[in-house]
């Protein structure tokens, strides 16, 4: 009996370290995104949390420019597109929280990432986006 409950810790801790192994940070998840898209060695690439910013600031959700002309001649119609488009928007902005963005450096080349854990990854491995620094 004694030497189930000595071995029980053990186990715990050795599972929470192998979880740990699965799991990648942002950070190092931006620097080899970046290093791959780029072909620049790792040890040249500098990434700086931004914390000033949201993602959705840096990659704006797509828009869906004007409603058809059906729908802008139909009021109720007309409404309900700018519900759906306001809904997406609403989304959108929620979801910017969920995403850690970074400025990533190297090789000549100076980008934006967004980088968000995915809700079902077998790896457990963040997927970042890059988007151009805006220019100053």
């Keep these: ?3 189930r409950f000595t071995e ?10 192998f979880g ?9 998840a931006a620097r080899e995104q970046f290093a ?8 040249r690439v500098s990434v700086s949390p931004r914390k000033d910013l949201l993602w959705n600031e840096v990659s704006p959700l797509h828009d869906a ?11 109720g119609r007309l409404a309900k597109w700018n519900a759906d488009r306001q809904k997406e928007k609403d989304v959108w902005a929620k979801r910017a929280e969920d995403w850690e963005v970074f400025q990533v450096e190297g090789c000549d080349h100076e980008m934006l990432a967004g980088c968000k854990r995915p809700a079902k990854s077998s790896d457990g491995k963040p997927n970042c986006h890059f988007e151009e620094l805006p220019k100053k």
Excluded at 8 to 17: K, L
Excluded at 36 to 43: F, G, I, N
């Design 1 to 3: 009996m004694r030497g």
């Design 8 to 17: 029980w810790p053990w186990q715990c801790v050795a599972i929470w370290c």
């Design 36 to 43: 791959e898209k780029y072909s620049c060695p790792a040890e």
């Design 20 to 28: 740990l192994a699965a799991c990648q940070s942002h950070e190092s």
């Design 65 to 75: 420019g004007a409603p058809p002309e059906e729908v802008r001649k139909d009021p």
